[in-house]
């Protein structure tokens, strides 16, 4: 069974940083892009960042300059997506979810995980 389990989400002062991790898992044959996107409440889920197996990044304009996605290369974290998040804001409270094209043994799919809580307040 495919899973994506992101971590480090929780609360944190306006200014301050998190970093966020996701780790696929599972019978997984190649990756293609792997991102980020977040909803807020009462608000429609939007990409905050994506990155492709080419390492070619995409971010939204409101996170540009404060937030950086990056993709590990060792063997043993290959399949683990980041974002570094820097200068938080209030605004930037939402839940953030994981999300990637995965090729499996039934063929390409794209999968969500779990989401976590990135809560920016004093």
């Known amino acids: 069974q495919v899973q994506l389990v992101e971590s480090g989400g929780g609360l944190v002062q306006p200014g301050g940083s998190l970093r966020l991790s996701c780790a696929a898992s599972?019978?997984?044959?190649?990756?293609?892009?792997m991102g980020w996107y977040r909803q807020a409440p009462g608000k429609q889920r939007e990409l905050v960042a994506a990155?492709?197996?080419?390492?070619?990044?995409?971010?939204?304009d409101s996170v540009k300059g404060r937030f950086t996605i990056s993709r590990d290369n060792a063997k043993n974290t290959k399949n683990t997506v980041y974002l570094q998040m820097n200068s938080l804001k209030p605004e930037d409270t939402a839940v953030y979810y994981c999300?990637?094209?995965?090729?499996?043994?039934?063929?390409?799919?794209?999968?969500w995980g779990q989401g976590t809580q990135v809560t920016v307040s004093s």
């Open positions: 999300n990637a094209d995965l090729l499996v043994p039934t063929g390409w799919g794209n999968y």
């Open positions: 990155i492709t197996s080419a390492r070619t990044t995409n971010y939204a």
């Open positions: 599972g019978s997984i044959f190649s990756i293609n892009t």
